[in-house]
């Protein structure tokens, strides 16, 4: 290569090189007055102008602006620009003028900004759901609600909600909803009785850190709005709340927006864990297959409320033999309102002895209480699960096992 294409070369590499890197301070060029010079000279920056420009002597002087006067980025003006007058009617200022910004106004709530006025958000109509809620820049954007959805309500904040699933329930399909009507269902199944464990152990043990130690009248509200996922519907709700009492209400709505979001990687990976859980009850007493008179035993032993003789010939005839004792398990912590299920457990084990249990039988209830309080995944997931709740719901006080 002869020296002068290596030459050039070398200088095309460092204009391009010098074109390319960015300086900081940026400057920009001036003709010095007095010997007609070229310079570069260091321009302002924000919040300030510029008051003398450089020469070979002096660098850039540059002040500050004055009150109600801004400048927002490096510049070579020698004025500030005037900050926008106070905000006008049904805006608030969102950010107030300073040095470097200009007075920032915003429509209010529930409004948006399309030529110079704020105009209230759309409300989509019933059959129409919100899929992008309004903001202070753009406008509601409805839709109609797919198959299996419905809204009726007129809202400029509600998305179309999943029709009920009432074989969750137990419940018949009277009418098939639409895009504007739940379904309706009727409290007659069309299937005969099944055993139907309300909520599980293991359901129990995971889901009792969500309970509040104290509970106001709007807790089941606030727990389904931060929620993430698809919302359980009103009338979901209204019924838990006829049918349980307050404990029993947060155990029966997390189990059913646990059903509704199974598709959710973390649903999935708790529904996961409390199978393997319940996978560990069963062979700790769901072997145990138990006489009619050992069940009433147990029942008797248990504190509160009884579990009455027709409820235990109702289990036995409608449930497997290893299902039994979960059941009635389960009937005595509804019956009982607000009571631990393991607690009670412990308790009718120091009077068993004078039921003659079985040895094994009692083995196996004294395993299943020590499993369930040493099944850590309700602690390892609590601040999980209170993170997508949100946090409005971490004010509320939670009780842990």
């Not at 090189?17 to 010095?32: G, N, V």
């Not at 002895?353 to 309700?378: A, E, G, N, Q, W």
């Not at 602690?379 to 997508?388: A, G, I, N, P, V």
Request: glycine share 4%; with cysteine; charged share 25%.
């Amino acid at each position: 290569m002869n020296k002068w294409l290596c030459c050039a070369l070398v200088f095309l590499n460092i204009s391009i090189k010098w074109t390319t890197q960015e300086t900081f301070p940026p400057k920009y060029l001036h003709y010095d007055p007095e010997t007609s010079r070229p310079l570069m000279c260091d321009k302002c920056p924000p919040g300030t102008y510029l008051k003398q420009h450089c020469t070979a002597r002096w660098e850039t002087v540059c002040l500050p602006c004055p009150d109600l006067y801004y400048t927002n980025s490096w510049h070579t003006s020698d004025e500030c620009l005037y900050c926008s007058p106070v905000c006008k009617e049904l805006q608030y200022v969102k950010q107030e003028c300073n040095h470097t910004h200009n007075r920032v106004c915003e429509c209010e709530e529930g409004r948006y900004l399309e030529l110079e006025f704020c105009l209230k958000h759309r409300s989509c109509p019933p059959g129409y759901g919100v899929v992008q809620a309004g903001t202070p820049e753009r406008n509601t954007v409805c839709k109609r609600c797919p198959d299996g959805f419905f809204s009726n309500e007129t809202s400029s904040k509600a998305p179309c909600r999943k029709h009920t699933n009432c074989s969750v329930f137990g419940l018949l399909l009277t009418k098939k909803g639409n895009a504007t009507h739940d379904n309706i269902c009727s409290g007659n199944s069309e299937f005969p009785k099944k055993c139907g464990i309300d909520v599980t152990l293991c359901e129990e043990a995971f889901f009792r850190f969500a309970v509040p130690t104290k509970f106001t009248p709007d807790w089941l509200s606030v727990l389904v709005d931060n929620l993430p996922g698809t919302k359980v519907n009103a009338e979901s709700i209204e019924r838990i709340k006829r049918r349980y009492s307050s404990q029993e209400q947060t155990f029966q709505l997390l189990k059913l927006w646990k059903h509704q979001n199974k598709d959710q990687d973390m649903v999935k990976k708790i529904i996961q864990d409390i199978d393997l859980c319940e996978n560990s009850v069963q062979r700790h007493i769901g072997h145990a297959n138990l006489t009619f008179e050992q069940l009433r035993g147990l029942m008797e032993s248990l504190p509160g409320k009884k579990i009455g003789v027709e409820d235990i010939e109702r289990t036995r005839k409608t449930c497997k033999s290893n299902q039994q004792l979960l059941k009635l398990l389960s009937l005595w912590r509804i019956k009982n309102g607000d009571q631990d299920t393991l607690k009670g457990l412990m308790h009718a084990l120091k009077h068993l002895k004078t039921y003659h249990f079985p040895k094994t039988v009692t083995h196996s209830l004294r395993k299943t209480i020590r499993f369930l309080h040493s099944f850590t995944m309700y602690r390892l997931y609590q601040k999980l699960f209170l993170e997508m709740i949100g946090n409005q719901v971490q004010t509320v006080k939670i009780s842990c096992l």
